[in-house]
């Protein structure tokens, strides 16, 4: 089966801009997580969609917000982008849920400038 | 909402040695807690998970123990390999769906190096 990916693999950005990222899970998967890496703040949970709904939302502000269409790929949007936006937003899909094993896509690296 | 420590932040150890990391949390309803292990740019990928009707899991050189009462649990390797070289995370995930508090959180992070 092939993995899971994600476009674009490198953003660069402005302040103020908005930014679409897409996930494709592994076939067969209904679950796809987003996560936030940043070297200052490490792994950040952002939400889980599971069968095209939000499951579970992390604490992060409003200008973030995703989506799952009903072939389960999944995209996130980051709106009025500021300069601590910048990191890795890794996905991750699993068959049901983030309880299960999940498996990582590459990561889009997102800079604001 | 949960909060998860993890200790240490970076570990060296000669190979074929031992290495421990350990994990506390706070949320009382946590109880799927796996760890990660991230390899110099590559994607984080699943080692071993534990929940929290187990107090014990072993996969070959990497095992995970949970105390719940105490609310830590931690990463063995045995017998480490320089392949072993790389970030650990543990993560730690209520167990209510449905909830903003629902999120699961992870540690942050363990650099272990294993010297040959």
Redesign the interface.
Same mark, same amino acid.
């Given at each position: 089966k092939a993995g899971v990916t994600q476009t674009p693999r490198y953003l660069i950005k402005t302040r103020g801009q908005q930014v679409t990222l897409s996930c494709s899970p592994i076939s067969g998967h209904r679950s796809v997580?987003w996560y936030q890496q940043t070297p200052g703040q +490490?792994?950040? !949970?952002l939400f889980e969609y599971f069968s095209e709904t939000q #499951? =579970?939302? +992390? =604490?992060f502000p409003g200008r973030f917000s995703g989506r799952q269409f009903s072939n389960s790929r999944s995209e996130m949007n980051v709106s009025t982008l500021e300069l601590g936006d910048s990191a890795l937003y890794?996905c991750?899909s699993s068959l049901a849920g983030? #309880?299960e094993?999940?498996? !990582?896509?590459?990561?889009t690296r997102l800079l604001v400038l | 909402g949960e909060n998860v420590e993890q200790h240490p932040s970076t570990l060296s150890v000669q190979e074929g040695d031992s290495a421990v990391i350990k994990c506390t949390y706070s949320d009382s309803a946590s109880n799927y807690f796996p760890w990660y292990k991230q390899e110099l740019g590559k994607r984080p990928q699943l080692i071993i998970d534990i929940r929290s009707n187990v107090g014990e899991k072993k996969d070959q050189r990497i095992a995970v123990t949970l105390n719940k009462t105490a609310k830590h649990f931690s990463l063995h390797i045995t017998e480490t390999q320089p392949e072993d070289s790389a970030v650990y995370f543990c993560a730690a995930q209520p167990k209510l769906f449905g909830s903003n508090n629902n999120d699961m959180r992870f540690g942050a992070g363990t650099r272990l190096t294993v010297k040959p």
């Open positions: 997580s +490490g792994l950040q !949970f #499951r =579970n939302k +992390g =604490n890794l991750a983030t #309880r094993t999940q498996y !990582f896509g590459p990561g | -």
